[in-house]
Each structure stands twice: as C-alpha cells, then as structure tokens.
C-alpha cells in the first residue's frame, strides 16, 4: 500500500499542476499563497481505509445474513464511501449517512448517544444528525477523524455491531 | 463468490422473517401478496460488481495521478457506490454521481449526450442530470443496467476514459 | 394481459435501440457489458397490477364516502402510481407516499410499526418515513416488492383498510 | 359513472362531516362560513377523468414500444395522477410532472413553448418548469384545466404525440 | 364589488384568449378540450375576500399591540395572501403559512388539532403541517374553502383569536 | 395614519414586554444590550404601504383583463406581501417573489437587468434571482428599500407596467 | 471606528449611485420613490460590531479549550457573521445558526426557551429553529435586535455562557 | 499567536476527553482506532487566519466605498467564515459563499473559470458552483487549501479586486 500512497501524493500534486496549468496566468500570482502560521493540519481516512472499512462492514452483515447500507465520513461530515448492500430497503442509504454524521459528530457510538438524548432531547433536531445505533467513530489518539454508519438490519444494536467490525479492520 | 451470493440469497429470507417476526400479527396475512403475473423482473448490479467497478475506476484514476470521486448508480438513479478520492475537489461527489445518472437515463455515455444538447439544449433542465463527459452505462444485453460516473479530473474526457476502465472491469 | 406484457417486453428493447441508435458509436463499444455474474435480479410490479391496486384503493375509499390520495411505491422506495381522490385534502398526497414509502421499508402495515415506535422512537427520524397507519406491503413469497400508502381519511385505520382493499386486488 | 359521482359527493359531505365531528365544539362555530360574494368556482378534472387520460396516455406509448411516465395536474400545478410505466428511465418521472406544469402554466402545448423561449430565454429558470416537448394542456371551454406531460420516449415529439392521445381520450 | 368581479371574469377569458393566441396553431387543436362530465368545480375565496381577511386579521393584532404574520391559503394548500406585520419575528411567516396550510387540511382550528395529536402523535410530522393554535379555517356550507394562519404574538390563542377575526370578517 | 404608526410603536414594546416576560430572569440580565454605536438604521415599507402598493398593482393588472400574482420584498429580500390573483397561473407565485428580489437586489427594474445579462450572463445563476421584466424597485432618496414583483400576464412588460404602478401607488 | 462608520455611511450612498448608474435610463424614474410616511426604520449591528461580538464569542470559548462554531443573525434572521472554530464538530455550524435564529424570534436566550416548551412542545417544529441552550439575543432598549448562537461544547450551558461573553462585548 | 494555537491543541484533546467522558463506557473500546498508515493529512486556514483574511477583504471593499458580502471556504467547500457588510444586497451572502467554493473547486480565481466555460459551459450546472468574477484561491505549495468569495459591488472584477486583497492578508 506504501506504493498506491506514493502514487497518490504525486497524483495530488499533479493535479494541481494540472489545474493551475489551465488557468496559469491568475494562479500564479504571488498573493494566492498562504503562510505556515496561517495553517493547522487535519487528520483524514486514505480513500483505501475507508474503503476497506466499508467492505468489512458489508461483510460483517452479510456474513449473519443481513441486508444493509453502509456508509464513512469524514471528520467534517463529508462522506467519503457508500455502499448499498444487495437488497438493503430503501430508506437505509440515508440512515447510514446520518448515523455516520452523528457518530463522528459527538466522536461517540450513536447508541451511547441515544441514552444521551434524555437530558437533551432536542438534540435530535441538529440538522444531519439521527440518534439511532449503528453508528461508531474512528479516531486517531482519541480524536475523531472518521465514523462508519450502518443501516437496515432489524436492530440498531446489529447494525452498530457491523460498524464496529468496520471499525478493527482498521487495525488501529 | 458463488458463495457469497448463496449467503446472500439466504440473507435476504432471513431478512424478511426477522422483520416479519417483528410485527407478526399483520404481515402474516394473506393480502399481502402479489400475484407472479402481477410482477416484472429487474436486473442491478450486486454490491460486489459495482464496488469492484468503482474501485477499477478510482485505480485507473490513481496510475495517471488524478483526484477523482467516483459514484455507481442503478437503472433507478439510485446509487450503490460512491467513493471520493483522496484529494478530489468539493465539486466532484455531487457531480460524479448527476454523470451517472445521466448516463443511465440515456444509457448512454454522457460525453455523446453532450453533442445532442445542440438540438435539444433544455435536457439539461431535467432534475438530477448533468451533461459534462465522466459517465459511462453498463448494460446487459444492450439495455442499461447501471452507470459509473467520475467528476475531479482536469477534463471530462479524462473523467469518461476512468469510467471506462471501471465498466471494463465488469468484464462483460 | 399476456399480449400487454409481449408488447412491453418488446417495447424495453426497441427503446433500448432506439436511443443506442442515437448515440450509436459510443454505446456500441464492448466495454459498456456486465456479465451474469455480476447481476442480481429483483421483482416489481408491472404498472398495470400497480394501477390496478391503486384504482381499488381508490374505490374503497369512496365506495365509504371517504376523499382520499394514494400512492404505490416499488422495494427501491420509487413512486410508481399517484391518484389525488376528489376531495383529497392537500396534506394527503405526500402523505400517502411517505406511509407507503415506510411500509416497502419495514415490509410490514404502519400501523404495526407504530407501535414499534414504542421502543424505538427515533426511527421515525429516518428521512422518507412516515409513521401513521395506513401503508400497507405487498409482497412476493414474503419479501416486499412494494406498498400502498393511503391518506386523507378521518383516521387512520381507515386509510390502511382501503389500502388492504388495494393489496387485496393483486390477489396473490 | 353518474353512479361514482354520486357516490363521491355524498363522499364529500360526510368527509366534511366526519372531521368535523372530531373537532366539533369549535368548527361549529359562526365565524368559520364565508359570504357566497366571497366565492369563486374553478373547474378540475375529475380523478376519474384523469386517470382514464392518464391510462389513454401510457396505452399510446406503450402500443409504439416506448417506456415513459406520465403525469396529470391541476390549474393550480397540484399533481392528479401519475405513471411510472415499466422500464421507464429515472428522469422521466420529474420531467413529467414538469412538462405537465409547464403546459397548464401557459396553456400551450410544451412544443409550442420551446419556440417561446427565442424571445424570453429566462423564461425556463421560472421554478417548476421545463420547457421540452411533451406537455399537452387540457381545456374547458378554451380555459386551461389541467396539463398531461410525458417522458422517456427517445424524442420529445414522441412523448407529446403520447400526451395528446390521453387529452383525446377526454373527448372533449 | 360586483363590478369588480365581473371585470375579472372578462379578464380570464381575455387571459387565456392572450395567452392561446401566442401558441395559437398547436392550443386550437380540438384535442385540447374535456367534456363537462369529467370536470367536478371547487369553490375558493376571492383574492378581494381574501385580501379583506388578511387585513381584517393583521388589524385585529394592531389593535391589541402584537406584532404577526399572516397567511391565507386556499383548499389545496395553495397560499393566496401574506402579510407580514411591521415588526414580527422572523420566524412568524413561515409559522403562519403552516398553521394555514394545517387548518385548512383538518377543517379544524388548529387549537383543536393540538389535543388531536394526544391520540396520533405522529401527525405532527405530515410535510407542511405545524401543530400550533393560530389557524382557522374559512368554510363553505361545512365543507373547507381556505384557512387563515397567524404567527408572532406571545402566545397561540392570541394568534388564533386574530384568525378568527379574520375569518368573522368575510361575514358567512 | 399617525395613530396607526403609533399603536404600532406601542405595540413593538409590549411585545419585547411579553415575550421577556415569559422569560424575565435571563432576559433581563444587563449583557443583552448593546451601545448605539454598533447600531445602524435601515428603512423599510411599513406593511400598511406595502399592502396599499401590492393592492394597487394587482388593481392595474384587473383593469386591464390580466390575471397575475404580485409580491412586496423588503431590502433584505424578505416577503412582505404576496397575493394570488384569481385565475394566475400555477407559475406566477414563485415569479413574481424572484422578480421583486432581482430587482430590490440591484435597485433596478429586472427589464433593464435583462439587458445586463448580455455581458455577464451568468449572473442569473445566482440564487432567488429571476432575470424577466416584471420586477420594479422602491426607492428612498435613491437608496432600494424594498420592491414589487409581478407575474403572470402574457408578457413580462406588461407585468412590468402594473409592478411600476404599484410604486407609484406609494407617492413618492 | 468613528471614521470607518463614516467611510461606509459614505460608501453606501456610492454604491447605490454606481447601480443605478449602470442601470440609469430605468431607475431615474420618478415612480421609484416612497415617501417617508411609507418608511419604518429598523436598527441593525453594524458589520464592526457583529465582528467583534462573533470574536469575543470564540476568544471565550478557546480561552476554556472547547472547540466550537459561532453566528451573529439580526432581527429579521438573516446571518450577519459566521466563524467556524478549528477543531468544531460537523454539527456545530448549522446548530450556531439555528440557536441564533431562534433567540432572537423570541428575544430571550434558548436556554429560558427550552423550558417553554414544556408548556408548548409543537414550538420546535417552527422552521429554522432549535430550542438548545446555545443562543443569547442582543437587545436595544429591550428590543431584540440581533443575537449570538454558539454549538460545539460538550454542553448548551457552555455554548451559552461563551454567547453571553459576545453580547457583553457589544459593552451596551 | 502560538500561544492561542497552544491553546487549541489542547482544547481539542479536552473536547475529545469530555465527549469521550459523557459516553465512556462505549467509546474507550480498542476497536475505535485507526492505524497511522490509514491516516493522510490535509492542511486548513486557522479560523484566525480566515478571520483575518475575511476582514482585510471587507476592509477592502469598505475603502473604496462598496457594500459587500465576503466567504471563505476550506479545500472541502466547508464554510469557514462569513460577513454580510453593512448595505450589502441580499443576493450578495449566497453568492460570496458559491464563488468561495468555486474558486476552491478549481484552484484558480473564478474570473479564469469564466473563460473556461467557454469550452465547456454545462460546468456551471454543478451544484454549489457560481462562474462569476469575485473568488479567489488560497494556496499553500500551489494546492488549493481555501478560497474567498466576494458579491455585491457594481462588477465582478472589484468583488475580485477585494478577494485578492484578503488574501495577500495572509501574507505567503
């Protein structure tokens, strides 16, 4: 895999080569530049672990003979994989998405936080958000980077299970 | 994988019963049938073919050093896969899956319906389309079954030929 | 009906030329094939058993003096019939998808999932859901391919009765 | 059908009576009646009429092999009535309803208003529109009452030849 | 107010004349017409009644020294009128539209709706709808025509006792 | 219409009264005020002069057999007035609100902004814009304070004519 | 800051000049203008005092080392400032909005809010609120003219104590 | 400004823990962990860079006497700062942030892109997207990392003009 990744960050830099190539005499301008002060890093799941997390959920599930959806995103909500299992109902794609969001939201199992939901019930009313199990975070030294969201099984408690599988196949 | 279809066939009765098993009472009655000459079948990609495709897709975008989003979507628009490459622009997930969709409501690739909006420029107003090239269909027996789409890339073109080598790779 | 289905099966192919023939060049080329293995197949109702359950629907409702809309949605969650009843009020047209739509979901009656609810009120969280009785499954050797939704009546028990009514009309 | 009207409004008196019975302490009072001078009358299809135009619509399409959807709404833009015929693409189903917005909307077949758009281009960025052939409007007494819209036909010609055959249909 | 009303019925012949004549090959089709027996009629306010309500209603919280919106809409949901008083909150026209749209679906005041949702909770999540006191609906012979919603005032009752106002204006 | 301002004025404070009244120990803490010098003023329509334009406009339209709807937004693109005329097109609501945002947007009639549209044509791609005629702003000494919106007459400088007439109900 | 209140008191004056400059031949027309009688004027935070407020706001809560997202809104609910704390949670963004939103409609602080729907509960489901401690208004002579939302902090009562040190700033 | 950085290393950690705290049974399990080889890094403004980018371009437009509203977005389209200057059209918020995210999307100032569309006009049907003059890339070694956005004065090349000064603020 140290090769994919090597392939990527030049991949990366190729693209911007490419873009700015195509609009070269604006973006070459010295005022597009940012200092270092001015930057913080954030920590984010490789396409290829999250793929990989996602494939070990569907397997998880299909695996006890369940149908279900799956979904990763990232620590700002975005979602970086989707996978709709065979014969997952419909209304499962979007609960994975939410449960996911949730999850890397409160950087907590989205079945600790339904208990949480009793001193704050409107919590529930945060856009994106579903407080239902079946969703479970991924951190990097406690801080959440990412979060696996699974839906469709006849229980919140299997599908959070299956995300949980997800999860140590990352191995970390 | 015969196998893992197997399971997959038994998943789905399994499915079925639990939910069943949960609200017993009605579903067990006998109106809720349909007759076989009441229904029609379809054919869809297993969650398998399309993941395999997407990642075809995202590894040929990876070799020739491009950010890409990919997204694998059903005869139905709905969408199966998605995966958003490292790297990949903001702009690129909506838009790799509006190419797929495009793509499979033409069953054609969009790189061509882009050439028939000199006749006919309002297609483009339908919901859910987007004429830009990056989305390729996959058909059985020449009728459209899915599409892959693929936004990121500095050309459509570049886009279209990274959709090509995920629909290759279903090997049909 | 057997002559209806012919002249559909053809017609799905001639489509299928018709627009390849449009944009011929491109969706000729080999790569655009899926292999067997790749497919799953998954069953529907034809629009003609859908109409035909939708109409009962209807006329069971108004056969009670009641103005009502209903809707039948497929296993993807995809509206396949509407009919605005004379009289409808304008909360029930949505209405009518959104029990259907739940009803696919869960293959079971609303008004069983109402009392699931008990236990797990935030399913109803779930984007598409409505969780008011009157959404009725239709399945296939138990599994669902689709559901009636009805809304509009003074309650709902009512609504999910005509919606039986329309289950009932697919004699299965 | 004189029976089925009948019936329906007697329908609609005892709807009217049954909610009001739920609520009776305070929908009995006064103040809720309005003077006849504050009264005007439109005139809608009936859903009777609708469906069998709806019907008359996808028959046409069918009988010359092509998949479509078809959509009937009302003056006001409301939605009556729709199809999703067999095998029909993922967009036709909002661009239906678009179409048939559209033509009720001028009162004009969709056809007729694409040549429209040369003079008032902005025109087609009114919400609700699409300005491509396949809406056909349905009169009363040369005032618009309603608007059948079809698509998924390879042409736009073809999807409103369609519409027409459901206007006909009405023998108006 | 006669005069006026028949200025206006000569108006919408005049409009659909006007509007017939821009498309006039294609609109003068015979195809284009329903006979009577598919036409049923539905009786709305006037936008003069209505107008007068709305006024009627906004003066009536005036008078008290509250600050509110106000909607009246008709019998599909269609909103006719809105006023948004100097100095109402922000989030009092969306409120009134909804209690309107509520009032006039239920043919109930929307007070009397509040207690309904004891029974049937979920109601509350019906698209369009908002359970709160400050709507009234505006009848014909029983049957619901259009409804009056307000929004601002500190408290619900006083919102509907403005509706109220509103709707005694119209004098039925 | 001294004394109606005045009640009005009374009116907004007994409203801050009562709402803090509800909830006067937090309310009341000394931290919610803020100094005179982080305050700016801006003008607005009151609603009585919105009214009166909106009815005027809708007045003009009448007289000349067309059937539009109209609206009155506010600097800040907030709705102040709709009304619905009788027998306006499905489509004329949601024209008339964008047109009256385009044109207090740039304080200009949209007719002049279509002209605009030549050089830089994607400026109509900004949202709750509407380039048609039918748009015209309400100045104060220059600056916009609010505009009227109309839509749904055979051409946009007809409805162009009517919104003019509105402002000039205000005179100023 | 006195001299950049004058440079945009200045700059406004410019600005509509320069528009209606482009537009000239429309906007000089004397039908655009209202007369005072016609105008209510409504008090804003200025830009610089929104800024400020927004800056103390998250000082307060880095100086606690909670991450968090902060939104200044004024009286009619439109966002004036938004500042998106490094490390805030995905959910925190709209949250901020939303808790600003809601206290400034009931011109108190959310937490006092939360109370009231004990008596009240349907209140949440007004659009484009969130009854969560989080949000302070910002008051004029007790009237409500703008207010802080702040989400992020493991709790409400956080969140509001860091909105409160952004109104305190304002110094009023 | 290390200090405040400091700081916010460490609040991050205390977020985390107190999170972490409120659901530790579920969250202290290994399996929530992801390995570093499963990890890239990304690199954002600090809030108080965007905030000081932000103001500098505001600053900017004040001095030449325009109203303005400013965006800045990170490299994932993530809204990271907003100001709606004093007097600054209503159309003017929306469009800041969609030529913020444009800018970001391509990595070069949006009045390049215009050019593009030249070649390739459907680009600007992708969501989120807005191809006028006004947005302006932040760069770090050439990748993009975010981008500001300007609307509202008389041209896109001054919105731009601004854009570029709030970047050269940063100072690269």
Do not use: C
């Amino acid at each position: 895999m140290t090769k994919a990744k090597k392939l990527l960050t030049t991949a990366s830099a190729v693209v911007a080569a490419g873009v700015v190539g195509a609009v070269a005499a604006n973006a070459a301008t010295p005022a597009a530049g940012a200092k270092d002060a001015s930057l913080r890093s954030t920590r984010h799941l490789t396409i290829a672990a999250a793929t990989k997390a996602a494939q070990a959920t569907l397997d998880a599930a299909v695996k006890e003979g369940q149908a279900v959806s799956v979904a990763v995103v990232d620590r700002d909500g975005n979602t970086l994989v989707t996978l709709r299992g065979d014969g997952a109902g419909p209304q499962s794609y979007a609960s994975a998405e939410k449960k996911a969001f949730t999850a890397v939201s409160w950087n907590a199992p989205t079945s600790a936080l339904v208990d949480r939901l009793a001193k704050t019930p409107n919590l529930k009313d945060i856009p994106g958000t579903l407080f239902l199990p079946g969703g479970a975070p991924v951190q990097a030294k406690g801080a959440p980077v990412a979060a696996i969201g699974v839906a469709g099984a006849p229980s919140g408690d299997l599908d959070e299970k299956f995300a949980r599988a997800g999860v140590a196949a990352l191995g970390g």
